[in-house]
């Protein structure tokens, strides 16, 4: 009990550094990728919102435009079809004009519609256009009203650039993740290079010398990931409570678990890598080399 109790201090001791420091670095990765699945879940939102509207002539029934809204339904370009009927039409203008057309005129004048939302990739002017083309070719359609294309494109222009800029700092973040890692278990190696040395004047091979250090290595950024992604939990969790009730709506359970995964994986892979590469620098010099 006390060798074993002395080799688990003895691990702590040597690695708790490390694991401080990777855990620190894994949150802000972490925080980034939330941060960039929550945009991209954000900015298909506002895509699909984009609506094309489309008249029937004042011939079809709500039954017919009950049938036409099937065919949206079942095109590949189409979120959610809804049908307005001649009621609701009418229902609508009064709402925005204040005026009864029906007491006006004596009949409801109106036509019924059918507006769909269009999916995330297919909210582009060009698709769009196709799009309106082959509805204005059914049958009883009168006209269709699509978003305006200065507006579309200038939005897609907007996110791809917050993509793009989102993507060079996820790019930036790894690689100062990496350096920040590597001096950080470069140095918990330097610490040991003595022993890495005696270790090669007994004969032991470089796989044999170099495999703890790794394995170590390891283990200590799966404990950083867990550590991570345990933190960042707590502040979902914690963040209804504080105010932000919408935060499901943009990261959801399965979404935080890919991230945590990727944390973990992140965290072992970084440390193992960085590990090999000290090792590796200290297995080809000389007793003299290790003092510089």
Known sequence: MKNNRDVKISYWAAHLTTIVSVSLVLIIIGIIALIYVSATNETRRLRERLEVSVVMA?????AQATEISGIFASAPYAHSVKVITKKDALLNWKNDTGEDLESLF????LSPEVTFSIKADYSTASRLDSIGKVASALPGVESVALPDS????SMNRNIQRF????GIIAVVMVVISFVLI???VHLAIYARRFTIHTMQLVGATNGFIRSPFVLNNMLSGLIAGLIAAGLIAVVLIAAPGAGFKDIADYISLPIFGIVAAGMLVTGVMLCGLAAWMSTS?????DYDELFK
């Not at 004042?58 to 709500?62: G, N, R």
């Not at 004596?106 to 004048?109: K, L, M, Q, R, T």
């Open 281 to 285: 620098r200290y297995l080809g010099k």
């Open 58 to 62: 004042d011939t079809i029934s709500d």
């Open 182 to 184: 590597n001096n950080t």
């Open 106 to 109: 004596g009949v409801n004048p």
């Open 150 to 153: 200065t507006m579309v494109e």
């Open 163 to 166: 993509a793009i800029i989102l």
